[in-house]
């Protein structure tokens, strides 16, 4: 009987400390982005503060207008752009250090998958599926490339930082890189190029404009 009883204690214990080392069940995601006070889930838009330049061996071309549309829920998933639209003004067509001009048009809109996290003061906001063609007019004549996001999912990250009591806020790619796509390229497209440009981001007001102001928290 006593035997009995010590491998009953014994038992006991053990399931004890096993459910003592179970790991805690997973919390919900914590919310990113608030509007108000309250979570903000919905179309955002990147409004670009300094010029998108994409560079190569061959040269840069950059834009000094435009925009990124987006939708996001309020836990920083499911960022899904659904406009990608770059000119200059004056323009519209955006400038190439080649002395000639250059467009850009996304491909395979929309492009699902991205997300928005943030703690300790900064973050990052990462679209996936990226692709571009430019087309650009250079002494050798009209060049055609294209071009996907280098990260993970061709993806491109910007890192992002809090508004403030005066701005909005950011998000800033600084020589992002990017690979070229053989298919519907010039043979003289090089095979990679860095894409930086800087943005402020705005919550959609109940008015359709694109004026709400969004903080981010851990």
């Known amino acids: ?24 069940a997973h919390a919900a995601p914590p919310t990113v982005i608030l509007a108000n006070g309250s979570p903000y889930s919905g179309n955002i838009r990147m409004v670009l503060t300094s ?35 770059f000119y200059n ?7 190439n250090s080649a002395g000639g ?5 996304p491909v395979g809109l929309p492009w699902n998958g991205g997300d928005l996290s943030y703690a300790s003061g900064s973050g990052t906001l990462r679209i996936n599926n990226v692709q571009v063609t430019s087309s650009s007019s250079t002494f050798l004549g009209p060049i055609v490339c294209n071009y996907r996001g280098s990260g993970p999912s061709n993806s491109v990250t910007f890192s992002v930082v809090n508004s403030t009591g005066t701005t909005q806020v950011r998000a800033t790619a600084s020589g992002a890189s990017m690979t070229k796509v053989d298919a519907g390229s010039n043979i003289l497209c090089p095979g990679s190029a860095t894409y930086s440009a800087g943005f402020d981001v705005f919550g959609q007001t109940s008015t359709g404009a694109y004026t709400q102001k969004l903080v981010l928290t851990p």
């Not at 009883?5 to 006991?12: G, P, Q, S």
């Not at 190569?56 to 659904?82: E, F, P, Q, Y």
């Not at 003004?89 to 400038?95: F, I, M, R, V, Y």
């Open 1 to 24: 009987m006593k035997h009995v009883r010590k491998l009953a204690l014994t038992a006991a214990a053990a399931a004890a400390g096993t459910a003592l080392a179970a790991p805690p």
């Open 51 to 85: 010029p998108v330049s994409v560079t190569t061996s061959l040269g840069t071309a950059s834009c000094n207008r435009g925009n990124i549309d987006a939708g996001v829920a309020s836990n920083g998933s499911n960022l899904n752009v659904s406009v990608y639209n």
């Open 101 to 105: 001009t250059s467009t850009t048009t």
């Open 89 to 95: 003004s004056p323009g519209p067509a955006c400038t």
